[in-house]
């Protein structure tokens, strides 16, 4: 859990690069991510290589036409995941993967950045030349990416901003004259095989909200 609370994005890279221990490590984390209907038919490449980089970056430059991008922040390492196009799961799939390897990466003391900008590139001819001089099949994209380094950053501690509810089992009432309101935590009816019908259901709800109202 702590891993968990203590995961933070690095956007300040050094110029020491992981090391392919470390590299397959956080790879493998990866391969145990859950898939939709455990297709599993994502690649996940891991690059290391200075020229490979550097081909990588120019790529999406232009895609994106814009020369000066810099939003792999310096990184030496860089881990690609790939996915089917036609997989409609594909995002879901490869959000697991990188939150699998992006815990495995903050236990090792790795800086990593998720990169967001390739999810688009699938039609790009600029990132297909690329893929292809890495060997990889025409009918594959590139979902998402993390970039991967060591850092001298120190991450700020920021409030969670999640709102969170937990639904129980009960009907609470609040009913004035003026006005009402009903919060429905949950109700569950079973049509099929049930306990009450539904139509016992309905007319015991529109009996009880009745009584409530003039009786408030």
């Known amino acids: 859990m702590d891993i968990i609370k203590n995961r933070r994005s690095r956007r ?6 992981v090391s392919i221990e470390d590299m397959k490590k956080i790879v493998e984390a990866g391969t145990y991510a859950p898939t939709g209907m455990n297709k599993q038919d994502n ?22 036409n814009n020369e000066n991008y810099n939003g792999f922040y310096n990184c030496k390492n860089m881990i690609l995941i790939l996915s089917p196009h036609d997989n409609r799961n594909r995002k ?26 390739f999810y688009d590139s699938y039609d790009s001819e600029h990132i297909r030349k690329f893929l292809q001089s890495i060997d990889i099949d025409e009918d594959y994209e590139i979902t998402c990416a993390l970039a991967l380094g060591h ?11 999640f709102k969170t509810k937990f639904i129980e089992k009960k009907i609470d009432w609040i009913l004035t004259h003026n006005q009402f309101s009903i919060d429905l935590c ?26 409530s109202w003039w009786t408030a």
């Open 12 to 17: 300040k890279f050094t110029s020491k690069k």
């Open 43 to 64: 690649i996940i490449v891991a690059i290391s290589d200075d020229s490979t980089m550097e081909n990588l970056l120019n790529s999406i430059r232009k895609h994106l």
């Open 92 to 117: 879901f799939d490869c959000g697991c993967i990188m939150q699998n390897m992006m815990l495995k990466a903050c236990e090792l003391n790795v800086a990593n950045v998720w990169i967001n900008q």
């Open 151 to 161: 850092s001298e950053e120190t991450p700020k501690i920021k409030p969670n901003k």
């Open 186 to 211: 949950i109700l569950e009816v079973i049509v099929i095989n049930s306990v009450v019908s539904y139509s016992n259901f309905v007319q015991c709800f529109c009996q009880r909200l009745y009584h």
